[in-house]
């Protein structure tokens, strides 16, 4: 049964769609089946895995307002590894299920029924806190927070912190914050190093100890429409998201 993973933060270019990606190209490296979630409607990952969104029939816009079959978009990528796209009608969708009872469920009943396919199903959220963020945090089992190294994103983070405990409190008790990542991290700056300190300071063992350091890499390698993992193998960046997986897996396997 998969383990549903929202990657998330309010914050834009932080690095939630890397570490989607290459986060799931690292477990897919590691025999487990994973499914991979467009919720933005920037649709980055789509285009990140090789599909051209504005060719698109149909995407998980099409899943979440009309009801649409999640199994029937559901394309194969790469070995274990499978992505559900988006596109820019995902953008139209807050307004269009404000209105619609359980509107913060949708995403959870149309994703419940992949769990026996998948060992993990990796969430791609928007930079925002709104209904598709909240339907996120809601389907899920877990969150990941990538947060980058500079202390205004940690002061912002507070604000993706609170809305947890609200989904906690109110749809989903069971909700757990799996881990928050650095990213973004300049090796070479003291300041970057002050706000990882801190940042473990406070949330002690929910910090990963690995960090994914800046790199021109992750830029280059959605060019190439493939993850870094697959774009350069022995990169630094991509050994971090293959030791993230190790994490990720050994979790399961304590629990």
Known sequence: MATIITVANQKGGVGKTTTVVNLGAALAEQN?????VDLDPQSALTTIVGL??????????????ENKPIHDIIFDISPNLDVVPAN?????????????????????????????????VLIDSPPSLGLLTLNALT???????PLQAEYLAMRGMRFL?????????????????RGILGTMYKSRTLHAEEVM??????????????VIKSSIRFAEAPVAQVPLLQYEPDHEGAQAYRQLAEVIIDGEKAG
């Open 197 to 210: 300190t801190e940042i473990r300071s406070i949330f002690g063992d929910k910090v990963f100890p690995m």
């Open 32 to 36: 487990r089946r994973v499914l991979l």
């Open 161 to 177: 912190l609170e809305m947890i405990d609200r989904v906690q409190d109110k749809v989903n008790p069971n909700l757990q914050i």
């Open 88 to 120: 820019i009608d995902l953008a139209a969708a807050e307004m269009e299920l404000i209105s619609v009872m359980g509107r913060e469920t949708i995403l959870k009943e149309r994703i419940d029924s992949l769990r026996p396919q998948y060992d993990y």
């Open 52 to 65: 051209n969104s504005d060719e698109l029939e149909e995407s998980i816009y099409n899943v979440l307002v």
């Open 139 to 145: 389907a899920c089992d877990e969150v990941i927070i």
